[in-house]
């Protein structure tokens, strides 16, 4: 009897030190550079997502890489600056979108994304999946938009830079978004376009829209109430009522 009580917790002892390590072994960290000797393990950012496993994070060093990234798979695409240079750079070369994010629940951050195509759909970042989190990138120069999310569901679009591209923000048929604190200018034909229902604020801060004048004499960074500030969205009924000043 006394035997039989110990193998109880031992057996359960090692399962859970069999799904720590599972766990472990599945948040890796692979690093990508323009070269090898620059201490990554590839070249290639689509080769790495390629191999990665769900949950995995690919760090991109600073650098510039070519063509189109497809993001098939929940993990966390970062970016880092790398001995004093600027965000990695995507380019698509006038092809396609930069990153296109088709795996729910993947995270895209710290990039910069230019030159996409001009073909409807088109994006330095497109996403056509749900709770997807873009944020802190850097989308200008693309020949459609900045950033598009088509048919995406409970996904966060936050703290990106987005101008001189054609469309800066284009939510087509997407639903419970959170849209919050981007800056947008400068964009050629509309800063946001959205047919859904969106949320462009979350109830303390909205987004700043290059095209769009307010004041704000408190200065808290949100135009002033007063001023009867509220940004609507082009395409639906979405609108920003706590845009920002900058």
């Keep these: 009897m006394i035997q039989k009580d110990f193998k109880i917790p031992s057996a359960l002892a090692l399962l859970f030190i069999l799904i720590g390590v599972g766990m472990a ?5 692979l690093k990508v550079c323009e ?3 620059c201490g990554c393990q590839y070249l290639s950012i689509q080769e790495a997502i390629d191999i990665a496993s769900p949950g995995d994070v690919i760090l991109v060093r600073s650098g510039t890489f070519h063509g189109n990234v497809n993001v098939s798979k929940p993990i966390v695409l970062r970016g880092e600056m790398w001995h004093g240079d600027d965000l990695p750079l995507i380019n698509a070369d006038g092809n396609g979108s930069c990153i296109t994010v088709t795996a729910d629940e993947a995270v895209v951050e710290s990039m910069r994304v ?7 759909g088109d ?3 497109r ?3 749900d ?4 944020r802190n990138n850097l989308a200008s120069g693309n020949g459609g938009s900045g950033i598009v ?3 995406a569901r409970s996904c966060t679009v936050r703290a990106n830079i987005i101008s001189n591209n054609t469309i800066g923000i284009l939510l087509s048929n997407s639903v419970d978004n959170l849209i919050i604190n981007n800056r947008l200018y400068n964009n050629t034909e509309m800063d946001a376009f959205d047919d859904g229902e969106n949320r462009w604020n979350d109830g303390t801060r909205g987004n700043h829209y290059g095209s769009f004048n307010c004041t704000d004499h408190n200065n808290d960074t949100i135009c002033d109430v007063i001023a009867n500030a509220v940004f609507a969205i082009p395409g639906g009924r979405a609108v920003d009522d706590l845009p920002l000043v900058v």
């Design 25 to 29: 072994q599945g948040a890796a960290t």
């Design 35 to 37: 070269c090898h000797a």
């Design 114 to 120: 230019t030159n996409s195509g001009n073909l409807p």
């Design 123 to 125: 994006a330095g970042i």
């Design 127 to 129: 996403v056509v999946s």
């Design 131 to 134: 709770n997807a989190t873009i």
């Design 149 to 151: 999310l088509e048919g």
